[in-house]
Each structure stands twice: as structure tokens, then as C-alpha cells.
């Protein structure tokens, strides 16, 4: 029974998300603005670590320079992404505030581990469907020929968005009763969020700057996989509690 | 029924409340209430605007943990088994706890896989034929008028066929055809499911009602039946 009610919970979440596509657009929009700001707005301040700059119109040596990221525009990548997550994160229980079904949910005879799972899923596809547009946006604009290197990101990607969707998805759920829920979920949610930025940054940073393999960033990774295991088992032993009135 | 306590089997009752007091900080709503109903009662709970009648039975409901007491529904302990509790009430509140995006039909749909009924689209149609909506089963929940959303918000709390139905003021901006839907489906309910109801004006629900009390002072007191008989007449 547990797995059809995680499924309905899910189909719930991803129907309402559809209806809308209030949120996944926000997320959307906000990265790939974001992008447009730095490149064209800031793109001749950053340098890359080899001392080629950012392309930028007919001054940039366009995929002549070999890879152009370094620590800055990644961390820019992942400052973006978690702000965009923020956007769905606060959004993640709009839909039982809006039509007051909380209580219909907490009526239901259902696991509330069940719930987190459900609801960390729903923001984990949200981000993910962000990032499959924000990231090719990101390799066009500022590494263009070594664009390609993204792709060996994937496991940090994965790993640092399994983070950010069950903090965020515990985080959410405790200040779901709070008055000011939207200013404290950002001020309660970025600091543990830290470690995760900085772990995804600078493995993002050392594949696609210095085209390091997966190898060379097995510790980052092993970082962000106990980072989520940590916090997984936390939201597991205590969703309980926190979903209770 | 497997699990029942031996306090509420001794007492043959099926909601069975001891000394429940539940404070908001300092405010104190309800003060040791005791009340007991057997199987199939009809209980007609009234009382002022704040008087505690909602928070009695989001307790029952085990929505709400109350500050002391204990209280068993359906022969499970809210505070130790509140999952069996939720699984044997169906609770109609305030507001039709209905996703305003979703159908009718997806609403009752998603609510008949939580509570794992086995053939959740046939239970669907059952329940929307019952509350007279089924040609409304693909407008959005948040399309329907005030009526429609409260039947279909009767239905969402039948749908598991609960041995309680707790509702609160369920008439409240009904208009005559949903109101008469009601009246069917309590007519139908009444007697084989234990029943609380609610109400500003107990002269409709008041043909099935077995018991009257009245939330005063966060107490409980029984209701003279025969003044608001005469009432109704």
C-alpha cells in the first residue's frame, strides 16, 4: 500500500505542477535571467584561472582559450541553482496552504515519511527540469566549445540536487506553520545549503576547468553522498514529528 | 474489531472521551469533557462561535492532540493509534480539504489510493453518483459552486466508509438541492454510522439525532431535545 500511496502523492504533485507550471517556470526563468545578467553584464570582470576571459562579444577568444571556468562562474552556477531552488521550495506545501488541504492530507492513514518522500521527489523533478535548460544556457555562454564537459557533471549535479530537494523538503516542512514562513525558510535553509554549494562548486569547477575526471573528485562526490544520507536519515526518523499539528 | 481497548469495550462505547482538556497557550478551550456514544449514535453538538465544537472533534479526528485527557474513537486511542483512528473517521471541516486544480473525479481518486480501497476509479464513480455530481467529474474542483464542492467534499469523507463521521456545520451555505443531498446521505448514514454533527441549526439534522449537547464554557451540557423539538415544529 505504501508504494501506490507514494505514487499517489506524486501523481497529486506533478498533476498540480502541470495545471499551473507556476513554479518550474519561475525556476526557469530566474536561472536562465540570471545567466543573461552575468554574461553580458559581468563577463569582462571574470577570468578564468588560465587568464583567458569570459567570452564577451569580439574581445572573447571564443573556444581558442580551452576550457574558461573557473571557481567564480561555477559558484555563480550554484548560487543560481540554489536560489532557483528556493523559489520551489517555498512553494512546496502552496498547494495544501492554498486549498487547505493539510488536514485532508494528515486525515489520510499514510506513512508521513511517505509524504517527505513525495514531496522531495516532486522538488528534486522540479530542479532537475530547471537545470535541463539552465545548464546547456550556461555551457553556451560561457564555455562554448568545452560545453561539453557538463555532462561529466552529472553524478555532482545529481548528488548536490538530492541535497538541496531533501534539506529543502525538511526545511520546508518546519517552518510550514510559521508566519513568516517565507523569510525564515531562506534564513534557516541557506546556511545548511553551505556545504553543499561549496562541495558542488568546486568539483563542477575542477571537471569542467581543468577537465579533472570523476576520479579526481571522488571526495567531493563521497561529501555530497553522506551530506544526503545524513539529512535523508534525519528527515526519516523525524518527518513524524514535524508533520504532526 | 481487532485492537479495541479494554476501556472502550467495557464501556460498549464507540467514541469514548475522559477529562479531555485542550489549551492555546494560556487559553483554555475545552475543559474536561467526558462523553460517550455507542455505535451508531447521532450526536448534535451545539454551541456559540469559539465555544470549542470544531477543536472536539479535530481531537476526534486525531488531527489534534489534546492537552490532557484521553479520548478513543472506534476502539483506538488517538494519542497511541492515531492512524487507526484517522482510518475509521471520515471528516468533513470548514473548508472541503479539495485541491481546487485537481477534478472532482482526481480528487476523490487521490483520496480513495491514500486510503488503499481496492478498485479506487469504481469507488470514485460510486461516490460521485452518490452526491448527484458525476457529470461534473472533470471540472476542476475549484470550478464548482460552493455546493457542489461541499457534496463533493461529503463524498471525500465517505469514501472509505468510515464507522465516524465527524462534520462541522456541514449545512452552513448549502443551497436547497445540496442540502436535501445531505439529508439523503445522513438518512442513509444514520444508524449504522456513529455520527457527530456540528450545527448553528440543529431544526434539519435534529430526526436522526439519539443525543444533544451543548459546548459552553468548554464544557459539555446536555441540551433540552424537547425545546428545540418544539423549535423545529
Not at chain 1, 209 to 222: E, F, S, Y
Request: proline share 5%; with cysteine; charged share 20%.
Amino acid at each position: 500500500m505504501a508504494g501506490r500511496q507514494l505514487i499517489a502523492l506524486l501523481r497529486r504533485d506533478l498533476l498540480l505542477e502541470t495545471r499551473r507550471l507556476q513554479t518550474v517556470l519561475s525556476m526557469v526563468i530566474f536561472a536562465v535571467v540570471a545567466m543573461v545578467v552575468v554574461r553580458y553584464g559581468w563577463s569582462a570582470d571574470l577570468q578564468g584561472p588560465s587568464g583567458a576571459s569570459f567570452p564577451s562579444g569580439d574581445t572573447a577568444p571564443v573556444g581558442e582559450a580551452g576550457p574558461t571556468v573557473g571557481a567564480v562562474p561555477a559558484a555563480m552556477l550554484w548560487v543560481i541553482f540554489v536560489f532557483a531552488a528556493m523559489l520551489g521550495l517555498s512553494r512546496t506545501f502552496a498547494h495544501e496552504r492554498e486549498d487547505d488541504c493539510l488536514d485532508g492530507l494528515l486525515l489520510c492513514p499514510v506513512d508521513r515519511v511517505l509524504v517527505f518522500c513525495a514531496k522531495a521527489i516532486t522538488n528534486l523533478a522540479l530542479l532537475l527540469v530547471m537545470q535541463v535548460v539552465a545548464i546547456p544556457v550556461f555551457g553556451l555562454f560561457f564555455l562554448e566549445g568545452s560545453a561539453v564537459r557538463l555532462l561529466v557533471c552529472t553524478p555532482v549535479v545529481l548528488l548536490a540536487d538530492i541535497g538541496l530537494a531533501s534539506v529543502g523538503t525538511l526545511v520546508a516542512t518546519m517552518v510550514l506553520h510559521a508566519r513568516s514562513r517565507d523569510l525564515v525558510l531562506p534564513v534557516v535553509l541557506l546556511p545548511l545549503l553551505v556545504p553543499v554549494v561549496i562541495a558542488a562548486t568546486s568539483a563542477t569547477a575542477a571537471i569542467v576547468d581543468r577537465g579533472a575526471p570523476l576520479a579526481d573528485v571522488l571526495g567531493r562526490l563521497g561529501f555530497l553522498a553522506a551530506y544526503d544520507a545524513v539529512f535523508l536519515v534525519l528527515a526519516w526518523g523525524t518527518y513524524g514529528l514535524l508533520m504532526r499539528d | 474489531m481487532t485492537g479495541r481497548s479494554a476501556a472502550v469495550t467495557q464501556a460498549g462505547a464507540w467514541i469514548a472521551v475522559e477529562g479531555l482538556s485542550r489549551r492555546f497557550g494560556r487559553r483554555e478551550v475545552l475543559r474536561e469533557v467526558a462523553l460517550e456514544l455507542p455505535q451508531g449514535a447521532f450526536l448534535l453538538l451545539l454551541g456559540a462561535n469559539g465555544a470549542g465544537k470544531t477543536t472536539l472533534l479535530r481531537i476526534l479526528a486525531a488531527l489534534l492532540p489534546p492537552s490532557s485527557g484521553r479520548a478513543e474513537v472506534a476502539g483506538h486511542d488517538i494519542r497511541t493509534e492515531p492512524v487507526a483512528v484517522r482510518r475509521a473517521v471520515g471528516y468533513v471541516g470548514h473548508t472541503p480539504l479539495l485541491y481546487r486544480d485537481l477534478t472532482a473525479a482526481e480528487n476523490l481518486r487521490f483520496y480513495a489510493d491514500m486510503y488503499g480501497l481496492p478498485d479506487p476509479s469504481a469507488r470514485t464513480a460510486e461516490m460521485l453518483d452518490r452526491v448527484e455530481l458525476r457529470r461534473r467529474s472533470h471540472d476542476a474542483a475549484g470550478e464548482l459552486s460552493r455546493g457542489m464542492r461541499q457534496r463533493l467534499a461529503i463524498a471525500r469523507a465517505l469514501l472509505h466508509d468510515p464507522s465516524v463521521l465527524l462534520l462541522d456545520e456541514p449545512y452552513g451555505g448549502l443551497d436547497d438541492r445540496a442540502a436535501a443531498v445531505l439529508d439523503r446521505i445522513l438518512e442513509e448514514q444514520a444508524g449504522r454510522t456513529t455520527v457527530v454533527l456540528v450545527t448553528h441549526e440543529p431544526a434539519r439534522p435534529m430526526r436522526w439525532a439519539t443525543a444533544v449537547r451543548e459546548v459552553r464554557d468548554g464544557r459539555l451540557h446536555p441540551r433540552d431535545v424537547h425545546v428545540l423539538d418544539a423549535g423545529r415544529r
